[in-house]
């Protein structure tokens, strides 16, 4: 028998598409369960401040399509802080709230762990991140959307290069990781994704204009990941003005976009799939871990080991864009 009887949840860090229908699920899993919920606003700051209100059923109604979180972020400074780690704690005690879920990327998981160690607190991780950087899950709440995003944006850019006959570099986000920039540039044709998993390892720009880019045609597309690794979108095209003033360069950065809009179906599904697991896990028991999807199948990873920095990218897809862009 569970011993829990309120669960808080709360939303951390960067905002993606499909937490709203995460914090649906987690909600009505619980209240199904018997469970009371509290939604805390502002990621922990709310837990801090005292943020933190009943939610019932009719509070997630009609939310499973909107992009960011109702329930807001932020990222907390005070929750770094052991002070405001037990201030946290104290208002978890007085509503009441015995067990956590909280949805958001590395920095909030490793908050998680380590409140969770400090106060011996159940807490439920999901993974709420465009950025799919989490170890442990194949996928997370928002990438998929950000991707069809990155394509939408793509695709456009693309007609203006045609007509122009120019090179672009095309940045979009992904904190140090490259899903989104590999994927992105299969997604979109592009003919190269320059990414930081392999940045110490070769000179992706060097190689890149030694194969000549797309040899059949006049313009290219070159997705890069953000990161100091890779010298991001604008430090590659003033790499290429220099050294090779032949090309026509131009720079998008795609910036905060990527994060908004409306969740797709698979990142509404996978989210309201997590979010009840996440209730599920918190019934069996279950502590400290983030709930993940591994070939389709739901399961749970150690909060120590979702939070590694180094899910590694599938190589292969490489040379699938290479293959591709001949
Ligand atoms: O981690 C999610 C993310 O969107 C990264 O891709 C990006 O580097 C970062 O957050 C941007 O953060 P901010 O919202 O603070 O600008």
């Known amino acids: 028998m569970s011993e829990i009887k309120c669960v808080g949840i709360l939303t951390s860090g960067g905002d993606s598409p499909g937490m709203n229908a995460a914090i649906r699920a987690v909600t009505r899993a619980a209240i199904y369960n018997g469970f009371e919920v509290m939604g805390i606003m502002r990621g922990y700051k709310g837990l801090v401040t005292d943020e933190i209100i009943p939610f019932k059923t009719q509070n997630v109604s009609n939310i499973i399509q909107q992009g960011g979180t109702i329930l807001k ?18 208002n978890m005690q007085k509503h009441g709230i015995d067990a956590l879920v909280v949805i958001g ?28 950087d989490l ?18 944006a793509v695709d456009k850019i693309r007609d203006t290069a045609t007509s122009h006959e120019r090179l672009f570099f095309i940045e979009v986000m992904g904190r140090n990781a490259g899903f989104l920039a590999l ?45 100091e690794l890779t010298g991001g979108a604008m430090g590659l095209s003033e790499r290429v003005k220099k050294e090779f003033p032949e090309y026509d360069v131009r720079v998008t950065i795609l910036g905060h976009i990527q994060r908004g809009g409306s969740p797709s179906a698979a990142d509404r599904i996978l989210a309201s799939r997590m979010g009840e697991a996440s209730i599920n896990a918190l019934l069996e028991g279950q502590r400290n871990i983030m709930v993940g999807i591994q070939n389709d199948e739901l399961v749970y990873v150690p909060f120590t080991k979702a939070i590694r920095n180094d899910k590694p990218i599938n190589r292969d897809l490489l040379n699938t864009i290479k293959i591709l862009s001949i």
């Open 73 to 90: 972020t932020a990222r907390c400074k005070e929750f770094m802080t052991p002070e405001g780690r037990q201030q946290a704690y104290d």
């Open 105 to 132: 990327g590395d920095g909030s998981l490793t908050g998680a762990r380590i409140f969770a160690s400090e106060f011996n607190i159940p807490i439920v991780g999901l993974p709420g991140t465009i950025d799919n």
């Open 135 to 152: 170890y442990g899950t194949d996928t997370t709440i928002g990438y998929d959307t950000a991707l069809n995003t990155i394509m939408d």
């Open 183 to 227: 994927n992105g540039a299969i997604a979109t044709g592009a003919e190269a994704a320059i990414i930081p998993e392999i940045a110490t390892e070769v000179d992706q720009l060097a190689e890149l204009i030694e194969n000549g880019f797309r040899k059949s045609k006049n313009s290219s597309i070159v997705l890069v990941a953000e990161s």
